[in-house]
């Protein structure tokens, strides 16, 4: 009966064989059920949060529902933490991840992402009073708020300013506005969400990088038809000016580039 094992073994290895993840296959299967499942914290504010009402909300979930909207589906939310928000695609618990994922080569190596979505910058912010730092290179001698280990705090530091520690973005504000500090170099977004809340806090941005770090949506690789078709979506959203109001909405201003 050894024959049978070998005829049933190679059966197997058959199906294993047309089963994995193919082209096309898992946005056939998105639009055969209506809807697609987007792996997102909930706890990370602009971006995806809870609201008063206890209700999902930020520009992250807004961008998810206009992308299933132009797929044709409706978006279907799972919350999850940080440190295992992408690992949650291995094992298919949603076909994507909006949660501002940053698209780096080592990321590359095992998802796919869309073309990005988001932009931020590291801008250079002082007291709207300031007159005397008007670049990056003004820096130099000048107290700097920043977080210590952060990749912004390394910036400045490399501009030759003595370092204020914080606990991040909102401390650093605190100190520029109280004159504890004369300038911080910090995230834009972050920045343009904090003078959406507060327009009248007299602070300004005064210098930028030019490089920016960009976020994508998130899936599995080889799902190239869902890329795809992200991807289309992504560009209907700006050309009809949904993504515009999205953005205007949380930053006061388009964050797509």
Known sequence: MNWLKTIAAAAVLQAVAITPSLAGE??????????????????????????????????????????????????????????????????KRYDAVINQVG?????????????????????????EKNSDIKSFEDLKGKKSAQSLTSNFGKLAEAAGAELVGTDGFDQSIQLVLTGR???????????LDFKKKQPQAPVKIVAEKADADYSGIIVRKGDD?????????????????????ISDKYFGADVSK
């Open 26 to 91: 898992n946005l056939d299967q998105i639009k055969a059920a209506g809807v697609i499942k987007i792996g997102t914290e909930g706890t990370y504010a602009p971006f995806t949060f809870h609201d008063a009402a206890n209700k999902l909300v930020g520009f992250d979930v807004e961008i998810g529902e206009a992308v299933a909207k132009q797929l044709g589906v409706k978006a279907e939310f799972v919350e999850g933490k940080w440190d295992g928000l992408i690992a949650g695609l291995d094992v």
């Open 103 to 127: 698209i780096t080569e080592a990321r590359k190596q095992k998802y796919a992402f869309s073309e990005p979505y988001i932009a931020s910058k590291a801008v250079l912010i002082v007291s």
């Open 181 to 191: 500090a004369e300038a911080t170099v910090n995230d834009s977004l972050s920045f």
């Open 225 to 245: 038809e869902l890329v795809a078709a992200i991807n289309k979506a992504i560009a209907d959203i700006k050309a009809d000016g949904t993504y515009k109001t």
